[in-house]
T-cell receptor
Framework: GQNIDQPTEMTATEGAIVQINCTYQ??????LFWYQQHAGEAPTFLSY??LDGLEEKGRFSSFLSRSKGYSYLLLKELQMKDSASYLC??????????WGAGTKLIIKP | DTAVSQTPKYLVTQMGNDKSIKCEQN?????MYWYKQDSKKFLKIMFS???????INETVPNRFSPKSPDKAHLNLHINSLELGDSAVYFC????????????????FGNGTRLTVT
């Protein structure tokens, strides 16, 4: 079956660095997406990886290892506004997105 | 300007009623979706339309009927509402298939929180 696993909740300190992991098992693979969802709001697109390696975009970076079925989202210089849920989604052989339940990130001062 | 707008934002209704949620996008995208997000925060695809044609129809009760009058609109009608239908329903759009590439991320509306009592 198809499955996405990510931690339910993480806590980090303002100004620090946090890594949110995601493992995936999908029928075929056409890329890995990360979305951010603030409480009560819509998810918004953060990043996309289809090749192995690290993609950096400002304070946020996303890493992919296709052989391990593994990705992580790295958030640097954490700010209070980064408190949100982070959703991992894998694109399968039919380009359908398979979603994880999201990781709720709590930032403390 | 709101890119993907859906109405209403909140919907409280009783079991057995029929209700509709409307969605419009002004991004010029050719693909639109309905997603359901339950209390555990899983996003589940329900339907997808490409240029008014139904392309994804996941296993949902036939009480749910989507309708796309044109490629900028995708409405969702729900008959005989049940308690288990309570969730947040998100409309979304993308240019091409959402899972295809970096250039086709999903743009979500702000959601409709449906509560069935």
């Amino acid at each position: 079956g198809q499955n996405i696993d990510q931690p339910t909740e993480m806590t980090a300190t303002e100004g620090a660095i946090v890594q949110i992991n995601c493992t995936y098992q999908t029928s075929g693979f056409n890329g890995l997406f990360w979305y951010q969802q603030h409480a009560g709001e819509a998810p918004t697109f953060l990043s996309y990886n289809v090749l192995d390696g690290l993609e950096e975009k400002g304070r946020f970076s996303s890493f992919l290892s296709r052989s391990k079925g593994y990705s992580y989202l790295l958030l640097k210089e954490l700010q209070m506004k980064d408190s949100a849920s982070y959703l991992c989604a894998s694109s399968d052989s039919n380009y359908q997105l398979i979603w994880g339940a999201g990781t709720k990130l709590i930032i403390k001062p | 300007d709101t890119a993907v707008s859906q109405t209403p934002k909140y919907l409280v209704t009783q079991m057995g009623n029929d209700k509709s949620i409307k969605c419009e996008q002004n991004l010029g995208h050719d693909t639109m979706y309905w997603y359901k997000q339950d209390s555990k925060k899983f996003l589940k695809i329900m339907f997808s339309y490409n240029n008014k044609e139904l392309i994804i129809n996941e296993t949902v009760p036939n009480r749910f009927s989507p309708k796309s009058p044109d490629k900028a609109h995708l409405n969702l009608h729900i008959n005989s509402l049940e308690l288990g239908d309570s969730a947040v329903y998100f409309c979304a759009s993308s240019q091409g298939r959402a899972g295809a590439s970096y250039n086709s991320p999903l743009h979500f509306g702000n959601g409709t929180r449906l509560t069935v009592t």
